[in-house]
């Protein structure tokens, strides 16, 4: 098993030390994806939920990632990941990388899997380098939930610690994936995986078992139609982005993910009114992300893109 070590801790500028330090430690899978929508296909393009989390919360923040790729996983991908400033020393590399293969039919708030190819995620064990140990901010981003309790062990103080999950690992492994719940700040989720995760067709009832487990805010995720953000005694709900031009809602939850917890990161303020500005950036990466396939819109987004479509939230929210 290889680990690539090439970021640096420190970086020395001029006559003044300044830190480089990551500030959100991301857990998820990085992938093949093979993708079909009614608007074109790609095959074994790099996607994953860590890969689109961190692409979204460098935007904002400096992740620092913990996953597992394949040897057959291309040096350009790592290059890429470089590029954005994304510390990749706790991606492991063996055997093969995981695959996921899906698609979508018109209604594109609905993925289905056609093969889910664990390969080397299938023996990985989460090893949280020395370096990344202090990090505060951390995204358990959708993966064996043995796994995110594994590196939540490892870490030495989380401060705030954000989950997401899906079907498959609800089918699997639902004790796992509770007990993850209880140890998580905030629950995200969406609405079919909350009915499912509680046994509820309400979504409303689905949030307040989430808050009794102990997470002080859960957010479910509706897809197109926006997202709801559930506090003890508080409820906000963005809008979605009325978006023309949907052609791959792949990694939609994981960029809404990564944003939410990289712009808390670098706000540094945790309450319930920083966390509607935070469901409200979340928003706007996820929906940029779904104008193309794969990681090919998040390469390209910048700061002012994002600052832009957040105005136009607030403006669709006056009345
Ligand atoms: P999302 O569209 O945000 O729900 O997530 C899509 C991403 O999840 C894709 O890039 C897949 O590679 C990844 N994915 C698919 N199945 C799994 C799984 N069982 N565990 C973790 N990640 C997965």
Request: net charge positive.
């Amino acid at each position: 098993m290889k680990k690539i070590t090439n970021y640096p801790k420190l970086s020395i500028k001029t006559n003044q030390i300044s830190f480089s330090m990551n500030d959100v430690l991301i857990i998820g899978t990085v992938a093949f994806d093979t993708i079909e929508t009614p608007f074109g296909k790609v095959e074994k393009a790099l996607g994953g939920s860590a890969a689109y989390a961190s692409f979204a919360a460098s935007l904002f923040s400096k992740p620092a990632l913990i996953s597992v790729v394949g040897n057959d996983f291309p040096k350009e991908h790592i290059k890429l990941m470089k590029k954005k400033s994304i510390n990749i020393e706790g991606l492991q590399i063996t055997g093969k990388t995981f695959h996921w293969d899906g698609f979508y039919e018109y209604d594109m708030n609905e993925a289905k899997t056609r093969k889910t190819e664990l390969n080397s995620l299938e023996h990985f064990k989460a090893e949280v380098p020395e370096n990344y140990k202090d990090i505060k901010y951390i995204f358990l981003a959708n993966i064996d939930p043995e796994q995110q309790l594994g590196v939540l062990r490892q870490m030495s103080k989380p401060k705030f610690v954000v989950l997401d999950t899906m079907n498959f690992w609800i089918n699997s492994k639902k004790k796992s994936v509770i007990d993850a719940v209880k140890k998580a700040d905030v629950l995200l989720l969406n609405d079919a995986e909350a009915r499912q995760l509680f046994g509820t067709a309400n979504l409303v009832n689905a949030a307040n078992q989430a808050l009794r487990l102990g997470p002080k805010a859960v957010i479910i995720k509706k897809g197109e139609h926006g997202a709801l953000l559930f506090t003890k005694n508080k409820h906000f709900n963005a809008p979605g982005y009325p978006l023309e031009n949907i052609k791959d809602p792949t990694g939609c939850g994981d960029s809404f993910g990564g944003a939410f917890i990289g712009y808390l990161a670098k706000t540094k303020d945790l309450s319930e009114s920083n966390f509607r500005k935070a469901v409200v950036y979340g928003s706007v990466v996820a929906s940029h992300n779904a104008e193309d396939f794969g990681l090919n819109r998040l390469k390209r987004l910048t700061m002012n893109d994002i600052e832009k479509r957040y105005r136009e939230f607030q403006d669709i929210r006056e009345f």
